[in-house]
Every structure is written in structure tokens, then in C-alpha cells.
């Protein structure tokens, strides 16, 4: 039998059902019981257009007062095939009446009318079962056939009785429910869930529904309404748990809404009961203001880190505050000293692993800055031992080859970067690649090393805030470099920097200079997406824009930016995005 078997489904998947009829006759004769038997010798049958011969086994296996309910559904279909609509009609009826005899068919039933895109019937089968025993819940398969049918309300409702009634998990319904919304707020299908959240909450007041309606408003962008839903959130819990705000405050900030950033971590300062998170709230709103740092900024902001550092303490659990002053002091005020100092001190302190690593790393950068390159190197590669195969571990290993191509070691770096290329984290990975392909190709070349020296120099300085220097440094490379590989390293670093000193048309001129005459060069794709990022966020082109993501999408698909330029550019063209 079970050679049979497999030669009955093999013949019938490669189509031959003149063959696979054979088997399936037989085989249904002598395991009447099989329904997948006898289903299958209906389907060969039909195929072969055999209706009556499919009428005939189906209606004796409906003589059975025992027979499978979906035996009905079969020989409905049967007559659809043959332009049978009242008979097959009169079947179907008869499956769905079947669940008022036993509701638990309703699974099966409504499962075999959904094979046959029957979705009116599915819906009938599915609802019968519930209403005659609650207990049952097919939501989940409403939800899809409402979905599929283009009835979104009814959609969404059959997906939240899920979340209300916990039958799935949240993030499970959540992802169903975003292939059909999008960032505008005003898309018809985005203004249906609200319409549906809202009147949730009107019928059963529960802290649910603000959660949901804060989740649509971020998928809205619309950071100061979700602001709103979970400030309502926080005050009807009667905790202090800050994981909700503090979350959106990251979001919000991440989107430079920094004016919705502002306020919610202010609202975290001002009600938090917990050191840790006011302190973090506190830290994240000095970031906000360091974001467009005029002189006057930097004194105030100088004036809060004092204040919070005698306010909390140089301990072991306020590392965060340490590692963030010591980096002000270095990055914004040029006054490493008392940063390395500081953190030093922080070293002495009891603490675990990894929270030393991260102090660690601190300091290395710090001393970097401080051009104590020997002293940076120790420390990163401590780091590099005790995390080995952490992301930090990881981290440190790149630093440890950045450090040593400032200082112009260059072949240590490569030795470190050649591990890196296949680390976990795409971002580090793809990182060791570009300075090591950068080291490789100018060493070939120039074996004094003039050019590759100079970049090294102008990328310190670079990493020092001293872009105007560095944007200096890489002119005379481009000029006095001419032709060399060198020169579109250059030309993108010398971008970068001057799109950081907003001079727009130089590092747009740059970009495209690259795109023009290094299209096969191993920086192309960068300077696509920059161009599509200049040109979106800042020049408002959007044609423009689309064009350059564009190319990466079809030119670059190995590309690491390659997903996001795909996601930017279904957003220009207007596609709802998930």
C-alpha cells in the first residue's frame, strides 16, 4: 500500500491523473475511512473531467449518517464546475448546517469553502461555529478572508477581538495589520482603524485601545498624539514604569522630532520616581540640545553636567553620565584632559564586564582624540580579549584597526580588519571593508604611502570635529593626487564633510563626480544613496532622489544600503510602506 500511495500522490502531482486515478480508485476502496484518499480521486476526477463518475462516489459516501461534512462542499463543487449553481448550492447549505449538528466542524468546513475561494460561505461557516460555542475563535481566518474581499473594517475588528480576547499575541496581529496601513494619516485604511480603535474604547474603556491608537500614531509619524495616548496610558496605570514613554521619546528622537522629543523626556524628568531613568531622560534632552550647539549652548549645557554630576555622583551606576560628560568635554570643548581624567576614576569603581568594556571604550576614544595612540590601543584590545565573540568585542577589534591606521600602522590594521569582515554586525562588517580595501589599494600603488598618510591624517581629524582642516587636508590630495585610487575615497570623505558644514552644492558636485567617473569603483553605491538622501531630505528633489535609488536597487543589489534605498524609493513613488 504504501508503495501505492506514493506513486498515486507522485503521478498526481506531475499532473498525470489519468494514471493517478488508477491508484487513488483503489486505494479509496480499500480505506474508505481516508478522506484525503477519497478527496484525492474526487480532485483526479475533476481534472479529468469526469463529473459523474465524481457525483456518483460522492453521493454513496454521503449515504454514510457519519460522513465528513466537507463530502458536501465536494459534490457543491462539483455541480460549480459543471454551471450546476442551484444544486451546488443546496450542497453547501447542507455543510453549513452540518456545524449546527457539531459546531467544532466549523474549522474544516470553513477551511475547505477558503480552498475553493467560496469566502461568502467561509465567513458563514466560521461566524455559525462561534455563535452556537463561544469558546471557538476563527478571527484569525475572518480576518484574512475580509482582508482578501477588501472589507477592512470587519478586518481589523476580527483581528483586535483577537488581541482583546488573548487568543494571539499583539505583535502577531500587529504585523497583519500594517500590510495594510501606511505613514499617511490621512489613507483611507488608516482612517478606518482609528474610526474601529475608537469606537473599541467607546464600547469597552480599557488601556488597550490607547496602546493601539499610540501604536498607529507612530506608524503615522504623528509622535505628539502617541505622546498623548501614552501619557493617558501612564496615569490609568498608576505606575511608574517610564519602558512605554521612554521607548517613544528613542523613536520620536531617532526622527528628529526634537521639539515631541523634547517634551516627552521632560515629561519622564518631571514624573519618574527611578534615578536611572530621570537620569537617562535628563541625558537624552542635553543630546537634543547639543543637536544645533551655539556658543551659549555649550556653556549651558557645560553648567547641567555640572549639575548632575554633583547631583548624582561618579558611581558604578551612573556610568552613562560619565562616559556622556567626559565626551562633551572632549568633542565639544576640545578639554580632554579632565575627560580621561574623569574616567579613570569611573575605572576604579565595582562594576561587571561589560559595563567595563564600555568605559573602556570610552576612554579609548578619548585618548584617540587626545592622539595617545599607544594607550588607546591597549585598552581597545583588553576590550577585544574579554567580549571576544560579543558585538562590543567586536567593536573594540575595529577601533583597535581605525587607531592603527591614524597612527599610520598600516598593515596591523589590515591583519585586524581581515577578521572583521565577516562579523555579525552588518554595519562593522561593511565598515572593515571599505578601510581595508581603502589600505590595500593605495599601499599597491604608492609604495611610500604619501596619499594614503594624508587621508589617514585628514580622517583623525575628522574624528577630532576639525573639519575644517580636514576638508584642507583632502583638497591637496585631490589636487596633488590626481588619477590616483585614492581620489574617490577623497572625493566622499571631502562630501561628508562638507554636507556636515551644510555647503550642499560642494558635496553634491562630489558625489556626482564619483557617480560619473567611478561608477564601477567599490564607492559608487555610497555615493548614490547620499546623492538620494541630499536630494530628499534636503534639496527637495524627489525625482531626483528616486533616480539615484534607483540605480542602487538595479546596479548595486549586494549593496549594504540597498534596503533602505528600496524602501526610500517606494516611498518617493508613494507605495504603502510596512
Known amino acids: 500500500m504504501a508503495q501505492e500511495d506514493f506513486l498515486a500522490k507522485q503521478y498526481f502531482n506531475d499532473g498525470d491523473y489519468e494514471k493517478a486515478v488508477v491508484f487513488y480508485e483503489k486505494l479509496a476502496a480499500s480505506n474508505p475511512r481516508r478522506t484525503d484518499y477519497s478527496e484525492a480521486l474526487v480532485a483526479c476526477y475533476q481534472q479529468l473531467e469526469r463529473y459523474t463518475e465524481a457525483e ?29 449553481s442551484e444544486n451546488a448550492t443546496e450542497y453547501y447549505d447542507k455543510a453549513i448546517q452540518k456545524i449546527d449538528e457539531n459546531p467544532n466542524y466549523g474549522y474544516s468546513v470553513g477551511y475547505r469553502f477558503q480552498k475553493y475561494a467560496l469566502l461568502d460561505y467561509a465567513i458563514k461557516a466560521y461566524t455559525r461555529a462561534m455563535e452556537l460555542k463561544p469558546d471557538l475563535n476563527y478571527d484569525f481566518q475572518l480576518a484574512r478572508i475580509y482582508g482578501e474581499q477588501g472589507d477592512i473594517e470587519k478586518m ?29 494619516p490621512a489613507n483611507e485604511n488608516n482612517v478606518l482603524l482609528r474610526k474601529v480603535l475608537l469606537k473599541n474604547a467607546q464600547k469597552s474603556p480599557d488601556v ?16 505628539g498624539s502617541a505622546f498623548s495616548q501614552e501619557k493617558a496610558i501612564f496615569k490609568r496605570a498608576e505606575g511608574s514604569n517610564m519602558d512605554r514613554l521612554e521607548n517613544l521619546g528613542d523613536i520620536t528622537l531617532g526622527d528628529n522630532d526634537l521639539e515631541n522629543a523634547s517634551a ?33 549652548t555649550l556653556d549651558s549645557v557645560e553648567k547641567q553636567f555640572e549639575q548632575l554630576v554633583a547631583e548624582y555622583g561618579n558611581k558604578s551606576l551612573t ?12 568633542f565639544k570643548r576640545e578639554r580632554p584632559e579632565p575627560a580621561i581624567a574623569m574616567l579613570k576614576e569611573s575605572l576604579e569603581l565595582p562594576m561587571g564586564r561589560v559595563a567595563v568594556a564600555y568605559v573602556k571604550l570610552a576612554l579609548g576614544d578619548i585618548l584617540v582624540y587626545d592622539q595617545r595612540f599607544n594607550e588607546a590601543l591597549i585598552l581597545f584590545t583588553q576590550v577585544q580579549k574579554s567580549l571576544k565573540n560579543d558585538v562590543l568585542g567586536q567593536d573594540a577589534r575595529f577601533k583597535v584597526a581605525q587607531t592603527s591606521f591614524y597612527k599610520g600602522d598600516f598593515d596591523w590594521a589590515l591583519t585586524q580588519l581581515k577578521v572583521l569582515r565577516g562579523s555579525t554586525s552588518q554595519l562593522i562588517a561593511n565598515d572593515a571593508m571599505q578601510l581595508s580595501l581603502l589600505i590595500s589599494d593605495n599601499s599597491l600603488e604608492d609604495s611610500t604611502q604619501t596619499a594614503l598618510k ?12 576639525k573639519n575644517k582642516e580636514a576638508i584642507e587636508v583632502l583638497e591637496d590630495i585631490l589636487q596633488n593626487h590626481k588619477g590616483e585610487k585614492i581620489e574617490d575615497e577623497a ?25 560619473e567617473f567611478y561608477s564601477d569603483g567599490i564607492l559608487a553605491d555610497d555615493a548614490h544613496f547620499a546623492l538620494g538622501e541630499l536630494y ?43
Open 264 to 296: 516627552i523626556f521632560q515629561f519622564i524628568v518631571d514624573n519618574t520616581e527611578e534615578p536611572r531613568v530621570k537620569l537617562n531622560a535628563q541625558l537624552k534632552l542635553i543630546d537634543i540640545e547639543l543637536k544645533n550647539p551655539t556658543a551659549k
Open 454 to 465: 594624508k587621508y589617514a591624517r585628514a580622517d583623525l581629524l575628522a574624528y577630532q570635529n
Open 536 to 578: 530628499r531630505n534636503i534639496l527637495n528633489e524627489p525625482e531626483k532622489a528616486k533616480s539615484h535609488y534607483e540605480k542602487i536597487i538595479y546596479n548595486y543589489q549586494d549593496s549594504y544600503y540597498f534596503p533602505q534605498a528600496r524602501i526610500n524609493f517606494r516611498k518617493l513613488r508613494g507605495d504603502a510602506i510596512n
Open 156 to 184: 481589523y475588528q476580527s483581528y483586535l477581538n483577537l488581541i482583546w480576547e488573548g487568543k494571539t499575541s499583539r505583535s502577531n496581529v500587529l504585523r497583519n495589520i500594517e500590510d495594510f496601513i501606511s505613514e499617511d
Open 319 to 330: 556610568l552613562q553620565l560619565q562616559i556622556a560628560y567626559a565626551n562633551f568635554l572632549t
Open 56 to 84: 456518483t462516489f460522492l453521493l454513496e459516501k454521503l449515504q454514510d449518517p457519519y460522513a465528513f461534512p466537507t463530502f458536501f462542499i465536494e459534490l457543491g463543487y462539483n455541480y460549480t464546475l459543471q454551471d450546476q
Open 491 to 515: 572625493l566622499l570623505k571631502q562630501a561628508e564633510l562638507l554636507a556636515e558644514q551644510k555647503d550642499y552644492e560642494a558635496a553634491e558636485f562630489n558625489y556626482k563626480k564619483i557617480v
Open 208 to 223: 488597550l485601545w490607547n496602546e493601539l491608537l499610540s501604536w498607529l500614531f507612530i506608524q503615522q509619524k504623528q509622535y
